[in-house]
């Protein structure tokens, strides 16, 4: 099975610091994504990632940026929190493009509840 | 863009019921997923599903591409079938996962 791993469950900031987010895959997938989810707004989707050094604007990117170094690690840079970035953040993962044929599942982490005070 | 949506939004169950969940969508898609979303908020993948109906123990899930909707059917349900139902899809061509807003279900015991 696929593996989706986000290194932080729970995070407290406060605010003007810069917070890391990292995320790691482990089969090798093309795409990786990050979103957020807030009660009522439901998931949106703030950056993702189609090939290593790639990066694409989602539909809510201001306030954060990304780094893709390696194929399997995808990060989300708060470069300077801000309270209303506390929220759950969600990476996922899927194996390639839109001219795949075949089953391209889209697998999601644990998530990470940030609190930024 | 294209639109998902879910319904109902909200439904109660008594233990052992059978429910139906609904997703509509307005444009082809190339993939389609209904995720369960756990009480620590992991979305779990239940099915991959762009088309056609399979079936996975107590759930099963159907999509019709050609009249652009999926539904979900859990039988005999459980409390621990509690928690946020989704349905996501990416548009024929495109690479962002579109999520409709969910079906809230609590099962009572």
């Known amino acids: 099975d696929v593996k989706v791993t986000q290194s932080s469950r729970y995070l407290v900031k406060r605010t003007g610091e810069k917070v890391f987010l990292e995320c790691v895959q482990d089969?090798?997938?093309?795409?990786m994504f990050w979103y957020r989810q807030d009660p009522g707004l439901g998931l949106r989707l703030i950056y993702f990632s189609y090939d290593v050094k790639m990066k694409e604007k989602g539909d809510i990117p201001e306030g954060y940026s990304v780094s893709r170094e390696k194929k399997e690690r995808f990060s989300l840079i708060l470069e300077s929190a801000s309270t209303n970035q506390t929220s759950m953040y969600l990476c996922a993962s899927s194996l390639t493009g839109p001219s795949y044929s075949g089953a391209n599942v889209l697998t999601f982490g644990a998530g990470s509840r940030l609190t930024v005070l | 863009g294209i639109q998902v949506e879910q319904s109902p939004p909200d439904l109660i169950l008594q233990e052992g019921a059978n429910s139906t969940l609904r997703c509509n969508f307005s444009?082809?898609?190339?993939?389609l997923q209904w995720f369960h979303q756990n009480p620590w908020g992991q979305l779990i993948n239940l099915f991959y599903i762009p088309s056609g109906t399979k079936q996975n123990g107590r759930l099963s899930a159907t999509t019709v591409a050609t009249e652009r909707y999926s539904l979900l059917y859990i039988s005999s349900s459980q409390t621990t079938d509690s928690g946020v139902y989704f349905c996501?899809?990416?548009?024929?061509?495109?690479?962002?996962?579109?999520f409709g807003a969910g079906t809230r279900l609590f099962v009572k015991a």
């Open positions: 996501a899809v990416v548009g024929t061509g495109g690479f962002k996962t579109i």
């Open positions: 444009d082809s898609v190339n993939n």
């Open positions: 089969m090798d997938h093309e795409n």
